[in-house]
């Protein structure tokens, strides 16, 4: 069973700060990818930014130079800069995973953390 925590949402001002955090747990697993998403009322799930094996990371348009993905073993980070009130929206840690329950068997698969509010005031 592989579980996603996430911690770190708040309200803040604009031009502030704020640092999401994202642990995975469970066992026997490797991960591929971890990212964060976001979704803002009335919006579809967009993705923010995501940290793949090697290092590579990836950022939406509308972050990018702002925030900073960073990843520690199974555990993911973003660091916010300059919010701004269109950053408001519920985010979402999200990681590819794989487990080998035996040899020569692999599954890939997809899990979700349960969402942490981040509400910036203009």
């Known amino acids: 069973q592989v579980q996603l925590v996430e911690s770190g949402g708040g309200l803040v001002q604009a031009g502030g700060s704020l640092r999401l955090s994202c642990v995975v747990s469970g066992s026997s697993f490797s991960i591929n990818a971890m990212g964060w998403y976001r979704q803002a009322p009335g919006k579809q799930r967009e993705l923010v930014a995501v940290?793949?094996?090697?290092?590579n990371t990836n950022y939406a348009a509308s972050v990018k130079g702002r925030f900073t993905i960073s990843r520690d073993n199974a555990a993911v980070f973003l660091q916010m800069n300059s919010l701004k009130s269109e950053d408001t929206a519920v985010y979402y840690c999200n990681a590819d995973l794989t487990v080998r329950p035996a040899p020569g068997i692999r599954t890939d698969f997809t899990s979700w953390g349960q969402g942490t509010q981040v509400t910036v005031s203009s």
């Open positions: 940290v793949i094996s090697g290092g």
